[in-house]
């Protein structure tokens, strides 16, 4: 089975419409973050969370919403979806950079949003 | 502003030949610096990481080297295969606080039979 899973893997919305992506990891890392990638345009954090009682913002959290349920568990919420926000969203966890795995980066293998 | 910068934006070559990706940062104060594999409509898969005493890691076919003072890391790849057609992503961390990283747009790399 996948460390990092997310749900759906893809989903066709409309503009308006309430989305939430789920991201589930069984790697035990603490750390989890949620990115969305655009053509031309890399990886852009949306949201951060390094505990469960940790939630923060990334460089571009306007009309995202999230959720830490549990340490394995990281929820991205569209509260009114909009098209621009067509994009691919990978879900990610690691542990500390003092580890030995350095704090590297895991990823899921992501949810395609089409917002009409 | 903390920034990563990757060269070329695309690079097509042919299947068995060699080739090297550049990367330059800004990033400070630096913690590691990592290259990720990206296969079309996939996530990111770690290659390569190092830390600033660290000159030169390899996995396989892929060998990055990272220079601090320049601030410069480059990725090359031996014997290119056709699997090798991916986008390849520069990723840099600050060193102390979060450690949050900060990502490469990357290079797209096409490799022809």
């Known amino acids: 089975d996948a460390d990092v899973t997310q749900t759906p893997r893809n989903r066709i919305t409309k503009t308006g419409k309430r989305i939430m992506l789920e991201c589930s990891q069984t790697k035990g890392h603490d750390r989890m973050y949620w990115y969305r990638q655009d053509p031309g345009l890399g990886l852009r954090l949306i949201y951060y969370?390094?505990?469960?009682?940790?939630?923060n913002k990334g460089e571009i959290s306007d009309g995202y919403s999230v959720s830490r349920q549990a340490q394995a568990k990281f929820s991205l919420s569209l509260e009114s979806a909009i098209p621009n926000q067509t994009a691919l969203y990978f879900c990610?966890?690691?542990?500390?950079?003092?580890?030995?795995?350095?704090?590297?980066?895991?990823f899921g293998p992501g949810t395609r949003l089409l917002v009409l | 502003k903390n920034q990563v910068e990757q060269s070329p934006q695309s690079l097509i070559i042919l299947e068995g030949k060699n080739c090297t990706l550049q990367?330059?940062?800004?990033?400070?104060?630096?913690?590691?610096l990592r290259w990720y594999k990206q296969d079309t409509g996939r996530g990111p898969v770690s290659l390569t990481i190092?830390?600033?005493?660290?000159n030169t890691k390899s996995n396989g076919r892929y060998t990055a080297t990272l220079d601090a003072d320049t601030k410069q890391s480059s990725l090359h790849i031996t014997a290119s295969q056709l699997s090798d057609s991916a986008s390849y992503i520069c990723v840099v961390s600050l060193s102390g606080g979060s450690y949050i990283p900060t990502f490469g747009r990357g290079t797209s790399l096409i490799v022809h039979p």
């Open positions: 990367c330059n940062y800004t990033v400070s104060p630096f913690s590691n």
């Open positions: 969370s390094f505990d469960v009682k940790d939630i």
């Open positions: 990610a966890t690691s542990d500390l950079p003092g580890t030995t795995s350095r704090g590297n980066q895991y």
């Open positions: 190092m830390t600033f005493s660290e």
